[in-house]
């Protein structure tokens, strides 16, 4: 593996790359995306495509990857744009791309924007909550979450955001408005801190979970698009923003092994099933829809 840094006008991203560029074997690289997860969270799925060139990198502002426009707000758009830059940067063509949750909306907004970069992706679970029938309640309970963390800390915040993604079907209005579970509940016993800048929490990604991904650009790019999700998250959140914008685009959700972070070992803190998330990966990639 090597690292390398590429300087932008408003800070410098940092992105690893593991294996031959150009590729050995005439494939394009496999481009692996989250966020607010930075590279460190694909290094178990990386291992298990050690056959293919891997890249991965931090988002703006968070892990390596440092930001020098005085803002902490995390977009589609701004990552979009940095993945394209890490892209042209590689001089290896287009790639193929995994990526997940927040990752996944950014690489929607990156075929939209730039559709010559991707020759197929695989968005895993993308939270598009404005495209949900209860967005309203949605982002209302999102709101609530951001509070609680606001006023209690991490532990209380996230347990509280496991609540909202644990929800079976639609969001109901009184969600936001109910008391938050306790964090014991859940294991989480920790006191706060005090800190307050967790990018999943503190609400400075809500521009991902407000994205509509633009409909149209994505069904004329010649990116091949697939929307999956881990049949453990059947019904909960991100398994429903997954459908939602695989119906927009005219498609069915792609049935992976696991949960929301089911490519992650048990390591991890929230064990999925890397390797036969790793298989699966492989298949899709291979065959395409």
């Known amino acids: 593996m090597t690292t390398h840094t ?23 690289p496999l481009f692996m995306v989250g966020s607010p997860m930075g590279a460190d969270g694909f290094a178990t799925l990386a291992s298990l495509m050690s056959d293919r060139t891997v890249v991965t990198y931090d988002v703006r502002g968070l892990g390596r990857s440092v930001r020098t426009d005085g803002s902490d707000r995390l977009s589609p758009e701004l990552n979009a744009a940095d993945q394209h830059r890490i892209i042209e940067a590689l001089g290896a063509g287009p790639v193929e791309v995994f990526a997940s949750s927040g990752g996944a909306v950014s690489a929607l907004a990156l075929v939209a924007s730039h559709p010559e970069d991707v020759t197929l992706l695989v968005a895993h679970e993308p939270p598009c909550l404005a495209v949900l029938p209860d967005a309203e309640a949605a982002f209302a309970a999102e709101r609530a979450v ?74 004329a790019a010649p990116t091949e698009v697939v929307l999956a999700a881990g049949i ?43 390797e036969a998330f790793a298989a699966r990966l492989r298949e899709v990639l291979d065959v395409g829809r």
Do not use: K
């Open 146 to 219: 951001h509070a609680t963390y606001a006023s209690r800390g991490w532990a209380a915040g996230m347990a509280h955001f496991i609540a909202m993604t644990s929800i079976q079907g639609e969001i109901s209005a009184e969600f936001a408005s109910a008391p938050a579970p306790d964090p014991a509940v859940f294991g989480m016993t920790m006191p706060d801190d005090g800190s307050r800048g967790d990018p999943l929490l503190s609400g400075v990604s809500d521009a991902i979970t407000a994205f509509r991904p633009d409909v149209d650009a994505l069904r």
């Open 6 to 28: 590429l300087q932008t006008p408003d800070g410098t991203l940092t992105y690893d790359v593991r294996g031959l560029l150009p590729t050995a074997d005439g494939r394009p």
């Open 232 to 274: 453990e998250s059947e019904d909960t959140l991100t398994w429903r923003t997954t459908g939602a914008v695989a119906a927009l685009l005219g498609q069915e959700v792609v049935v992976f092994p696991s949960n929301h972070g089911g490519f992650i070992s048990s390591e991890g803190g929230y064990g999925g099933q890397p």
